[in-house]
């Protein structure tokens, strides 16, 4: 089963979306395994983003992520990287595709509510910087009426 590192970043935060980025996530049918509301220290803000450190904007971020708190989770289920990618939207809100979260909650690429992981590896990168081991997953009854057995 696919794991996949998600957060809602201080201006999702702030603005009272938590509840509305795990309804549209556990609507799609993803499993939650793992959340913690947090203040991200600069240490794991530059860790996180350490691909982006030779970028204009990569002090802008890190001011940004460590501006207040965020709501870290990991999800899971088949496909759920590339499930989240599109429940989350493009990027830039702009290019968003109108129901996405950033579509639907997003005015500029800086302030965009949600991260979710790119990939397999980031999602394991990420998933190890901010959790460290997560549990074993758990079954729900709900899954066989989701997801064809296979």
Known sequence: MERSFVM??????????????????????????AAKLMRVSRELAEEHY???KDKPFFPSLIEF???????????????AISIIRKTMGATNPANAE??????DFACDVSYNVVHGSDGPESAERE???????????????????????G
């Open 8 to 33: 809602v970043k201080p201006d999702g935060v702030q603005r009272g979306l938590i509840g509305e980025v795990i309804s549209r996530l556990e609507r799609r049918g993803l499993k939650l395994v």
């Open 50 to 52: 350490a691909q982006l």
């Open 65 to 79: 992520i460590t501006s207040g708190p965020v709501m870290a989770m990991v999800w899971e289920g088949p496909n």
């Open 98 to 103: 109108p129901g996405t979260i950033r579509a």
């Open 127 to 149: 998933i190890r910087l901010w959790f460290g081991e997560v549990e074993p997953s758990y079954s729900r009854s709900v899954d066989r009426w989701i997801f064809p057995e």
